[in-house]
């Protein structure tokens, strides 16, 4: 990926991935109690940008294990 694509992907799969684990999470933590949304949001707040950042220097070796993978099982399957 390059260009913005290389910040915009990372950043919109952190948003996706953080809002609805910290949702799992909060939940399995404290039930669904009336201030539900309220610890979902603050759990949400911080995990976002620490999961961007993570997202962004991850993607990277990510995408070259990837197609390391998909190499070798492409290979395995055609022997």
Known sequence: MKGKASVIFPTVMAF???FLMTAVVTFV???FPPGFFH???KAWAIA???ATIVAMIAAP????ITDRLVRWLDGAVDS
Not at 61 to 64: G, I, K
């Open 16 to 18: 996706i991935m953080s």
């Open 29 to 31: 933590n404290i039930g």
């Open 39 to 41: 610890a979902w949001m």
């Open 48 to 50: 976002f940008p620490g």
């Open 61 to 64: 070796p990510a995408r070259l």
